[in-house]
């Protein structure tokens, strides 16, 4: 980990940009709630997790002690697909009427690449706003795998093959997360 944050690995402005640019339209699918075109960039092996946090002293932290953590949640293609049918019956009482959420992804980085698989670490904010009062952010970091694979224009393009989100918050402050983070 600290190899990554003092020595970046170094890629191509277009490589930044193409990566940058993925991450952005997946950013505007979750927002303007196109959740199937959203579920189309997903691999279908894809491993998507929300970890919990954990707060430990320094004096524990220095004998190696730490609270166990654990997945608020811990989702494969298929329980991925089964929430957002579960949004369009209307029945999931958490987004009716529907959330209006901002993602915002920043300090995109290439940590590391290989074949055609490629590790990025990114900051993200997303904000919610449901019903009247109902307004949270969720603030935190992830690291996605992208994996690069042909595009039906003959291009390429890349897919989401894992993605690991954390939260800075130690204490979910939300009543739920029944938004795509």
């Given at each position: ?8 690995l ?15 339209l ?22 998507y997790?929300?970890?919990?946090n ?8 220095r ?7 654990t ?39 290439v ?7 490629l590790?990025?670490?990114c900051n ?14 969720f603030?935190?970091t ?35 997360v029944?938004?795509?983070?």
């Amino acid at each position: 980990m600290l190899d990554e944050l003092t020595r970046p690995l170094r890629v191509s402005a277009d490589l930044q940009h193409e990566v940058e640019q993925f991450l952005y339209l997946e950013a505007a699918l979750l927002d303007d709630r196109r959740l199937r075109k959203w579920l189309d960039l997903l691999a279908d092996d894809i491993e998507y997790t929300l970890d919990t946090n954990s707060l430990a002293q320094f004096r524990d932290r220095r004998r190696g002690w730490a609270p166990p953590t654990t997945y608020i949640f811990h989702e494969d293609k298929y329980q991925l697909e089964r929430r957002v049918a579960r949004v369009e019956t209307g029945q999931a009482w958490a987004e009716e009427p529907a959330s209006r959420t901002r993602h915002f992804v920043t300090n995109v980085r290439v940590l590391a690449q290989a074949d055609d698989e490629l590790v990025v670490g990114c900051n993200y904010l997303v904000h919610r706003a449901s019903k009247a009062h109902d307004h949270h952010s969720f603030i935190g970091t992830r690291r996605d795998t992208l994996r690069r694979i042909p595009a039906p224009d003959g291009g390429e393009t890349f897919i989401i093959a894992r993605r690991r989100l954390e939260l800075d918050e130690f204490t979910l402050m939300s009543a739920n997360v029944s938004i795509i983070l």
